[in-house]
């Protein structure tokens, strides 16, 4: 799956705190939602507070969530939501339902782009057992200074994201915050999240950090559980009626054999 033009989301707010400073406030969401059979939905989004949009309308004329195309993401499957808040926050989500556990991570790296990004790893695997299905989750969200730069030089070039910095002398993690939310099928067995909304495991990065994210889940597959117990009562049923019939014979052997004259009398 090659990489789609519109990872733009997060180049865009980056390069707007280039040119704006800490005095503009972005958080960035990944929400995963896996499914039992392994299939789910990846949304990725994006807000920025008043001051960010207040500063992109008087420089463009536009809100933050109409000034990036997203059209490229549209062609590849992603639904495009573009939120407003009360507040006067302004943001663009987009999602997308994948098949299989490998699905997410190849939609999550074609929209990330190549290396350093900020969504640096992401694994989901499902293991399937006869009675028990796991899954494993693991991934690393880096909102370190130097990603951060690299991300926005590599996409305004690095001469002219070298003059913004100069000039501007601002720090690309001040202003950056990014908020993970993942729910996965059965029983949570392991996880390092620091929050957990009901079956919601919740990550909270700050600018500057990289933090690494685990996760793991398991359910029964009752159907074959039961299946398994029924078999079971089967075998043991079976064995205790081959005992008795066992015990019956040797009883039967072992008894004094009845006499041929059915009066018990001899000639």
């Given amino acids: 799956m090659p990489p789609l033009k519109s990872r733009v989301l997060i180049v865009a707010v980056l390069s707007l705190f280039a040119l704006f400073g800490a005095a503009c406030k972005s958080t960035i969401g990944l929400s995963v939602v896996v499914d039992a059979d392994g299939g789910g939905e990846i949304s990725i989004g994006i807000q920025v507070d008043p001051k960010a949009e207040k500063a992109i309308y008087e420089l463009t004329g536009k809100s933050f969530s109409d000034s990036y195309a997203v059209s490229d993401v549209a062609a590849a499957g992603w639904k495009v939501a573009r939120l407003r808040g009360p507040d006067g926050s302004s943001g663009v ?8 556990p490998e699905e997410a991570g190849a939609m999550l790296r074609a929209i990330a782009g190549r290396p ?7 694994e989901l695997n499902r293991s399937d057992g006869l009675l028990r299905v796991e899954f494993d989750l693991a991934m690393t969200i880096n909102l370190r ?8 030089a590599a996409a305004i070039g690095k001469a002219e994201f070298s003059k913004l910095s100069t000039g501007f002398g601002i720090s690309l993690t001040d202003g ?7 729910a996965l099928p059965g029983t949570i ?3 390092n999240a620091q929050a957990v909304e009901g079956s919601i495991l919740v990550w909270s990065v700050k600018g500057g ?16 559980v039961g299946g398994a117990a029924v078999v079971g009562v089967s075998g043991i049923s079976l064995v205790v009626l081959l005992a008795s019939d066992v015990r019956r014979r040797r ?4 008894a004094p054999a009845a006499s041929a004259d059915p009066l018990g009398e001899t000639q």
């Fill in 209 to 224: 950090e990289r933090l690494e994210m685990t996760a793991k889940s398991a359910y029964f597959q009752w159907p074959y």
């Fill in 189 to 191: 067995s392991s996880n």
């Fill in 145 to 152: 200074s130097k990603v951060l730069s690299d991300t926005v």
């Fill in 116 to 122: 350093p990004v900020v969504f640096e790893t992401f």
């Fill in 93 to 100: 989500s987009v999602t997308r339902r994948f098949g299989a």
């Fill in 176 to 182: 950056v915050s990014a908020e993970v939310r993942v």
């Fill in 251 to 254: 009883r039967a052997r072992s």
